[in-house]
T-cell receptor, first 111, second 115 residues
Framework: SQQGEEDPQALSIQEGENATMNCSYK?????LQWYRQNSGRGLVHLIL?????REKHSGRLRVTLDTSKKSSSLLITASRAADTASYFC???????????FGKGTKLSVIP | GAVVSQHPSRVICKSGTSVKIECRSL??????MFWYRQFPKQSLMLMAT?????????EQGVEKDKFLINHASLTLSTLTVTSAHPEDSSFYIC???????????FGPGTRLTVT
């Protein structure tokens, strides 16, 4: 099956709540990245976490990486309506610059 | 810095015609460019990887004669969808990288509709 699979596929929360999305992958990776995509638009790079890192923060974003479980999570704290978008994880393997994207989580933040 | 543009943003063409999509790195030199396709409510699927001055490498299942990729300069790559059919209707996104493990910078995408 596809490298990089997110769950849940869709998530609906109230503004101010935290949103957690998970990503699993199957092969060894070099880096894992999270992207946001607003409907019908391009990708916005959110954060990159390297295989030797376990946690990373950027503003309201917190990413964890568990290479033993081949999984990552993206936490958005104090969500806002503007966070409504699809979120994708993408992995790249050592020696390759190609990214493999997961199926994405569609997040809806209700004002 | 690291801005990538695509042109056009939207295009509608008739079945059987060809369409060219441009991807430009505006403020850096892109040794490598990638082309992705995204169907509605689905993820991005890598179509091909192109390095400046050499032939593109296509992913399995992507017809190289149908999706012509040219990366003739360090700031421009083009994707030409030849003899387009309705099933080619999709969102095409390019990304550009300086190479050497540098991250990919994504363009805003091109929505292709084939009627």
């Amino acid at each position: 099956s596809q490298q990089g699979e997110e769950d849940p596929q869709a998530l609906s929360i109230q503004e101010g709540e935290n949103a957690t999305m998970n990503c699993s992958y199957k092969t060894s990776i070099n880096n894992l990245q999270w992207y946001r995509q607003n409907s019908g638009r391009g990708l916005v790079h959110l954060i990159l976490i390297r295989s030797n890192e376990r946690e990373k923060h950027s503003g309201r974003l917190r990413v964890t990486l568990d290479t033993s479980k081949k999984s990552s999570s993206l936490l958005i704290t104090a969500s806002r309506a503007a966070d409504t978008a699809s979120y994708f994880c993408a992995t790249d393997k050592a020696g390759s610059y190609q990214l493999t994207f997961g199926k994405g989580t569609k997040l809806s933040v209700i004002p | 810095g690291a801005v990538v543009s695509q042109h056009p943003s939207r295009v509608i063409c008739k079945s059987g015609t060809s369409v060219k999509i441009e991807c430009r790195s505006l403020d850096f030199q892109a040794t490598t460019m990638f082309w992705y396709r995204q169907f509605p409510k689905q993820s991005l699927m890598l179509m091909a990887t192109s390095n400046e001055g050499s032939k593109a490498t296509y992913e399995q299942g992507v017809e190289k004669d149908k999706f012509l990729i040219n990366h003739a300069s360090l700031t421009l790559s083009t994707l030409t969808v030849t003899s387009a059919h309705p099933e080619d209707s999709s969102f095409y996104i390019c990304s550009a990288s300086r190479g050497g493990g540098d991250e990919q910078y994504f363009g805003p995408g091109t929505r292709l509709t084939v009627t």
